[in-house]
């Protein structure tokens, strides 16, 4: 969960890229110590990838570098200046970050005056609120160039369905939020308790009554650098289930939101932004969703491995034009995990599945992977080449599809067998935590773009196409 949808997570700067790097004496003392080059060799050679670390060696040089930036007093300064006064909401925010590392309790525990949205100077470090502007700024930056890099392919965002309950946007929009219920998933076969996802839902008659202020300030904020942006759970938009404090997650309740007024925001601010917008409409779909999404023209999500019917003479359904098509998603298997049942196993050994119900899976999984194979002429290939050449033939099937855009897990290429994320575990759960989004992929982003082997593989399924 972020702390906001308002602003960057300054975790995923790159603070060697920007001028103030090399021209602080500070950050040179820091990167050339013996303590800091240990401790940066450790987290690289870390198999997974420890957050809190992670940020604490980065932040010793932002936190340099914005000084330095404000030493110099140059056209830089100027500009870093510009954009703090141009962004009326970014002062504030960075108070709160302040505040927050200050005082080290969460805000529903400060006092009354300040958890009720109030903060002053004398709240707070000067010198750490600089830090939290100048990181937005830095950030602001990076994106701009990515995209500009990108090209016509742009960058493909994510709009995630809720924030931390601890976080800025739900200290500054308080009445805006059902703080005493949380937003999940009921009852399925998946997981038969349902789901809490530990978030306060949206209140649907709060936000209207400001005119959708935070929503529309959310999307915007995104969309200045997506081309495309992927709304997390658009049933959202329609219905919500939502848990009342002290009320078990099976017996929580769907909460209705004005959805035709929502599309019209998001509509609006796709308009203005020129941003392509992609709804995440898998699992439980109502039908008045999918409707709402073509008569707005959001687009919807194909997902091959969903699609693998070996009870039908056709085994696959062939994706829609206004979709964004795939194998798989963050939430399931990788391709080579999907051929082996990687998830059932770990769904087995999370307690999530029985021994019984594993075992149909695993028969079910079996004939649709039978099926696919079958179905793409590699049925009888051996089994040490047969995988690649089915991924191979199922990129060219999507690529070739009538999808007019196709997303290709780059994991996959390399055969890659265990998920980066395994949904329904951890906190609100019945499921122990797992090290989602920890594992450390393979190979690096350089490593990919220069092996011949991974980009041969995607110019045969693609072609002379922006792949």
Request: charged share 25%; aromatic share 10%.
């Amino acid at each position: 969960m972020p702390v906001s949808r308002l602003f960057w997570n300054e975790l995923y700067i790159a603070p060697e890229l920007e001028p103030e790097f090399a021209e602080s004496p500070a950050v040179r003392r820091i990167t050339a110590s013996a303590n800091w080059e240990n401790a940066s060799r450790r987290a690289h050679q870390a198999k997974m990838v420890d957050y809190p670390e992670a940020m604490r060696l980065k932040r010793r040089v932002l936190e340099e570098m914005a000084k330095e930036l404000l030493r110099r007093q140059t056209p830089r300064t100027a500009a870093f200046l510009a954009y703090v006064a141009g962004h009326t909401d970014l002062p504030g925010y960075a108070r709160f970050r302040a505040v927050h590392e200050q005082r080290r309790t969460d805000w529903t525990e400060w006092p009354r005056r300040m958890k009720e949205g109030t903060l002053t100077a004398a709240d707070s470090d000067s010198q750490r609120e600089r830090y939290h502007q100048y990181v937005q700024w830095i950030a602001e930056l990076q994106l701009a160039r990515i995209g500009e890099r990108a090209g016509r392919g742009g960058l493909y965002l994510d709009f995630p369905l809720g924030v931390h309950p601890h976080g800025y946007d739900v200290w500054r929009n308080q009445p805006r939020f059902a703080r005493a219920a949380s937003a999940g998933a009921p009852p399925d076969e998946l997981f038969p308790d349902g789901q809490n996802w530990a978030f306060p839902p949206l209140h649907p008659e709060a936000i209207r009554s400001e005119g959708y202020r935070y929503f529309r300030s959310s999307l915007r904020h995104q969309m200045r650098h997506a081309e495309l942006l992927r709304i997390d759970h658009v049933m959202g938009m329609n219905r919500l289930y939502w848990i009342p404090e002290g009320i078990a997650t099976r017996d929580g309740v769907y909460v209705r939101y004005r959805a035709e007024e929502m599309y019209a925001v998001l509509s609006l601010e796709s308009h203005r932004a020129r941003t392509t917008v992609v709804g995440e409409n898998l699992g439980t779909v109502p039908v008045a969703v999918d409707e709402a999404m073509k008569r707005h023209g959001v687009r919807g999500m194909y997902i091959l491995q969903f699609s693998v019917s070996p009870a039908t003479k056709k085994t696959l359904s062939s994706p829609a034009r206004e979709t964004v098509a795939s194998f798989n998603t963050h939430d399931t298997p990788p391709f080579a995990g999907f051929l082996k049942g990687r998830d059932i196993a770990d769904f087995r050994r999370l307690g999530v599945f029985t021994n019984e119900s594993a075992a149909q899976k695993r028969g079910e999984r079996q004939r649709a992977v039978a099926s696919l194979a079958k179905a793409f002429g590699v049925d009888r290939m051996p089994e040490r080449t047969a995988p690649l050449a089915l991924l191979s033939r199922c990129l060219r099937w999507l690529a070739e599809s009538p999808a007019r855009i196709v997303i290709v897990n780059l994991e996959d290429l390399w055969l890659e067998q265990w998920p980066q994320n395994i949904p329904g575990t951890g906190a609100g759960t019945s499921h122990p935590e797992q090290p989602n989004w920890r594992r450390k992929a393979r190979y690096t982003l350089e490593q990919i773009l220069a092996n011949r082997s991974l980009r041969g593989l995607l110019t045969r399924a693609f072609g002379n196409r922006n792949a």
